[in-house]
Nanobody
Framework: QVQLVESGGGLVQPGGSLRLSCAASGNILGINPMGWYRQAPGKERELVGTITSVGYTNYVDSVKGRFTISKDSAKNTWYLQMNNLKPEDTAVYYC??????????????WGQGTQVTVSS
């Protein structure tokens, strides 16, 4: 089994920054891809961006130039650096990953979610 644990959410003023972390643990052979989603009140969960095992990234248009996803493969951890935050970025952020276990199975896993609130 694979567990994803997020950290780093909180309250920030518009224009501020936050960094979220997601650490994967368990019977992991490999992780690819890794990503971040968010869900605002009353809205569907949306993809924020992803990073592959070789470092290729992609982002939803609304966060391009403001958010950056990076990873530390040795720690099975990836990050979402969020700069110039806007009130519309307020949401619960979830990390997500495709992981292959040492038993040979491949599946997608979710973190528990962390609240990000952008407000003055």
């Amino acid at each position: 089994q694979v567990q994803l644990v997020e950290s780093g959410g909180g309250l920030v003023q518009p224009g501020g920054s936050l960094r979220l972390s997601c650490a994967a643990s368990g019977n992991i052979l490999g992780i690819n891809p890794m990503g971040w989603y968010r869900q605002a009140p009353g809205k569907e969960r949306e993809l924020v961006g992803t990073i592959t095992s070789v470092g290729y990234t992609n982002y939803v248009d609304s966060v391009k130039g403001r958010f950056t996803i990076s990873k530390d493969s040795a720690k099975n951890t990836w990050y979402l650096q969020m700069n110039n935050l806007k009130p519309e970025d307020t949401a619960v952020y979830y990390c997500n990953a495709g992981a292959r276990t040492r038993r040979g199975s491949y599946d997608y896993y979710w973190g528990q979610g962390t609240q990000v609130t952008v407000s003055s």
